[in-house]
């Protein structure tokens, strides 16, 4: 590829995109919370931002991240060049047709929103299948259940299905975090301990004895119990299982060693917010206290969104050869997000509600904005040393 560096990898165009598409579209949906008036389009207002979040923001970041990762799976060459390139487009298009003001009917606009995953799937099966290694198809079959969810969201709006909104748009975000799940215990165990060693600060993990397979299979039978039985006690005992499981996962990475290196202490923080999401469900599910009411913005915009930028910083510095050192700004985001999180969740207790959403949506945006301040520039820009990537 010969063309634009933002085209010669996978992860760059949709690095980007993510980023950008996670300060629009939530700056978007903030003028709506503020009043204003935008024109319709084949969604509601609701359900385009919870769409979009997911599909836009979420798609984008595991598009990236799966264009990346398969190559280092399989050793075969980056994906880059015209099938990025498309696949890009596809995604663009996608969003276009769902925006606010878009004319284009529901049906049609909801078909070619469900266009990009699979795509991005025949793009990355042939090398998986060359592979052979049975465990490589996990992540694939994680993003195909989102896309399931996504095809049941949109497939209420287009008259396909009956009354299966919400039912995908659970089933999306708990895919998600099943990916968080099997990728984190992947990456924050391995990275912590190279970070460790490279620091004169060696260390042995010694991981309980099945917790990390029981944590692993209690947020998958999380997502299909809320498929069947959502919102009841059996939906309840398997988030307080998965609460616990995760939580003594992580205990055992040595997370309170890695404080003088902020691209693996953010990998331990975004982690740690999926048992505090899980038990904030648990409890909401089976206790129904006022705090716990937002559990579900602590999974999406708390554990799957931190875990993201934490790994779209941390890959884009390793790839354009940059050194693995977080700058000032990008720490700077990782707190944002944080405080976006916390304050979505438990800010009306503390302020009048909508002032809460207000501040949640701002904290998110600059917090992207610094993202795109620092990134941008390294994911449009060819690398620096003149290697490909």
Do not use: C
């Not at 799966?66 to 880059?80: E, K, Q």
């Not at 209420?156 to 995908?168: D, P, V």
């Not at 748009?169 to 970070?195: D, E, Y």
Request: proline share 8%.
């Amino acid at each position: 590829w010969t063309g634009p560096a933002i085209l010669s990898f996978g992860f760059r165009p949709f690095f980007l995109l993510a980023g950008l598409w996670a300060a629009v579209a939530i700056g978007l949906w903030l003028l709506v919370l503020e009043g204003a008036e935008l024109p319709p389009g084949p969604l509601d207002g609701m359900r385009w931002h919870a769409h979009e979040m997911i599909a836009g923001f979420i798609g984008a970041a595991m598009a990236g991240f799966l264009l990346t990762a398969v190559p280092n799976w399989t050793s075969r060459p980056g994906y880059g060049g015209t099938p990025v390139v498309l696949l890009a487009l596809l995604f663009v298009a996608a969003r276009l047709v769902l925006l606010p003001g878009s004319h284009v009917p529901v049906g049609a606009a909801a078909t070619v929103a469900l266009l990009p995953l699979p795509a991005l799937l025949l793009m990355v099966l042939p090398a998986l299948a060359k592979a052979a290694t049975p465990r490589l198809f996990g992540p694939p079959a994680i993003i195909l259940a989102v896309w399931v969810g996504d095809l049941l969201m949109l497939g209420e709006a287009a008259g396909w299905f009956a009354g299966s909104w919400a039912a995908g748009q659970l089933l999306s975000l708990n895919a998600a975090l099943a990916l968080v799940g099997l990728i984190g215990g992947r990456i924050v165990p391995s990275f912590t301990l190279n970070a460790l060693r490279r620091a004169g600060r060696p260390v042995e993990l010694k991981p309980l004895p099945g917790v990390d397979r029981g944590a692993i299979l209690v947020l998958l039978a999380i997502a299909l119990v809320d498929i069947v039985e959502p919102g009841g006690a059996v939906a309840g005992a398997l988030a307080a299982a998965g609460a616990v499981l995760t939580a003594l996962r992580l205990s055992g990475w040595q997370g309170l060693r890695t404080g003088f290196e902020p691209l693996v202490w953010v990998l331990h923080l975004a982690f740690s917010l999926m048992p505090l999401a899980l038990a904030l469900k648990a409890a909401w599910l089976l206790a129904q206290p006022g705090w716990a009411s937002a559990w579900l913005h602590m999974q999406a915009v708390g554990a799957i969104a931190l875990m993201i930028l934490a790994v779209m910083t941390r890959a884009t510095l390793g790839h354009t050869g940059r050194d693995l050192q977080a700058s000032g700004p990008v720490v700077a985001s990782y707190g944002l997000v944080l405080a976006a999180a916390l304050a979505r969740v438990f800010g009306g207790l503390l302020m009048p509600p909508p002032a809460a959403l207000l501040a949640a949506g701002l904290l998110w945006i600059a917090a992207f904005v610094l993202f795109l301040v620092v990134f941008a520039p390294m994911l449009l820009l060819p690398r620096p040393d003149g290697k490909r990537g």
